[in-house]
DNA sequence: GATGAATGAGCCTTCATTCAT
DNA sequence: AATGAATGAAGGCTCATTCAT
């Protein structure tokens, strides 16, 4: 038995836990940030974190959902704007630099580590990366407009993966490479070309 | 003391653990993977792998370079072709599919996980992947052929770094969505465009 | 403080508590049956069990006493027999089988194993087998009716302990060796013959 | 994978191991011996422990095999008696006095206890178990001679559970009632009568 | 070079018990 | 009387690493 109905303090009380292990997996991975160290930067006892998660797996899981429902609402917000395809290119230095992170790209990377190894965090990711997904086809279509029906069956789904393929190697590339920072200035222009072919019409 | 002069017979030892551990870490993750399983495979005692390298760290450590040697050798193949943008174009899909194998991606995320937070292994990657990008510059500079030289500076360094991070980002897609190798199709195109944006003149 | 001068109402509670607990250290055993589990089975918090016990090892000990008047009192509706031995030796299937029950036999063997190293249930078990003990000398001797006098003194005390022994083997036996249920018809002719050593004149 | 091939060294290990649990699961109880005690008990560490036995449910298992063992060579030495019935009379006090040594109870108890919640440990007990039947089987007809033979079918299995059952019960006793070893003197008189009916034609 | 027995620190998790409310 | 959030000690087990042989 999970928890039942958790009440609002037990909510805020897993906030709690959530901050503290990403931060511990952002900087010590997931297999060695230990309980006692996230229980520690949570402000609780060890035991307590098992009356909130069912167990250390489940921490990251909630932690793949609560991002990934971050990236969906940053698309909404993306579409609040008249025209996408200008304000993203405007920002594609920000784009760039926020993908850039050494910081967050060790929280992200390990989670995709673990989730390709451990099917329950397997099953969360798939879940929230295509709500992720849907979104993505949302917001290109209304940047192509009218032109979107017009174009080939799969076409923008083919666009939609791409797009979330460059960001997401960006990400791989900041760990890769050091000081992704310094580049952007070389990337950027070229990013913003990419950009248009894939959502230009 | 550390490994002075490697015998012969050594660096043949080595290759067997490194073989080993490969396909143990693939299998397992890094961290999953013990010591004891990859002496097994390797069919030596676990003791004698600490006479081969220092410890488990240098093993991947070992592993990552030897794999960017590969990614290397891969180029330089590539770049014997006539025609390397048309060979790129014609091997999209096999490129693609290539890079969407959860197995491999599992181990090559905990690379760079473990990159990010082990300074050790983030200066073996690091100069691993300058090798890379180099070789890469030299692939793109060779297809653009004479039309190279009136590009502006550091536009043939952001073609590599971004083409670098669509086939990262591939490998990181993999594992955010189930199946990508069934997504090929709808993806195969639009990459085709993307890969001229890189590397046509 | 201890509990001082329960209130009919906290009596009925341990009620509660003892039931629920007899249910779960059956099912679970008593060191896998946990405080929270009982307190669900008793409908009430685990805090409050520990305002009407003092801990884990006095639901225990309240169990023991529970059951062993329980015995005391089935010995006494065996006395109401006109003929003590013929019932017995009518009923001797009926006792054998009851002795068998594996799921009885494991809390049972748990709360003798527990007592042969803790003093206060050891205690608690002493006082209370002492008093089954003594009805078992009242069976004895009525069963014997006048003969039981001119018996040597000790017999009778012999007769009790070994029928005690006997019935309680039967339940060891039940764990030792699987479906005991199934050899009572081998077990009973011999049974019967041994009661009568026990009971007859 | 378990122990393939146990060298010679290992076995004198496990063995270390088995007499440190024994005593310490006698003193303490299974669940509460710690590995960190029987490893220290045992001469050596923790971690050793888990490569001589696969987890603290399997010394258990091997301490039962052992101590059957051990019951099966005693009714061996029995079998060499010229006359059995006539030995085991003689030395009832002795045979009683055995089985009521609270500290060996211990041991026995908590083992029948665990075995009836554990499968795997019920498994190895049944097995060991059916060894020390086949074996009680063979002292009671031998102990009968000729007259076996014309015996009903069955009544010997029923013979052999009852002594089996009347001994265990000794040892359940034991730990009822303090200073069982008192009474053998009242006891003895009718264990032999009934030893009578369980071993005479 | 090579073995594998041995170590021991450290991990996740459980649970009896307490206490503020 | 009653709750249930919270504690924290302890336990079984794993595994990188060492070292006598």
């Given at each position: 038995?999970?928890?039942?109905a958790p009440t609002e303090r037990a909510l805020a009380r897993r906030q709690q836990v959530l901050d503290a292990a990403s931060d511990a997996f952002r900087r010590r991975g997931f297999h060695a940030a230990s309980m006692a160290e996230i229980a520690k930067l949570a402000g609780m006892s060890p035991g307590h974190i098992y009356n909130l998660f069912e167990n250390k797996d489940e921490i990251i899981a909630a932690i793949v959902e609560r991002d990934c429902e971050d990236v969906v609402q940053r698309i909404g917000e993306l579409q609040q704007e008249v025209d996408v395809l200008q304000?993203?290119?405007?920002?594609?230095?920000?784009?760039?630099?926020?993908?850039?992170q050494v910081a967050d790209a060790a929280l992200e990377l390990e989670v995709l580590a673990e989730a390709s190894r451990n099917p329950r965090l397997a099953a969360v990711m798939h879940a929230s990366q295509a709500l992720v997904h849907a979104k993505a086809l949302g917001l290109i279509r209304q940047t192509l407009g009218p032109a979107a029906a017009e174009l080939p069956d799969g076409e923008i789904e083919g666009r939609a993966l791409l797009l979330a393929a460059l960001f997401n190697g960006l990400t791989a590339l900041s760990v890769r490479?050091?000081?992704?920072?310094?580049?952007?200035?070389v990337m950027a222009p070229v990013m913003r070309r990419l950009l248009q072919v894939l959502l230009a019409p």
């Open positions: 038995m999970t928890t039942a304000a993203m290119l405007r920002e594609t230095d920000k784009a760039i630099d926020e993908h850039s490479l050091p000081d992704q920072h310094k580049r952007i200035p």
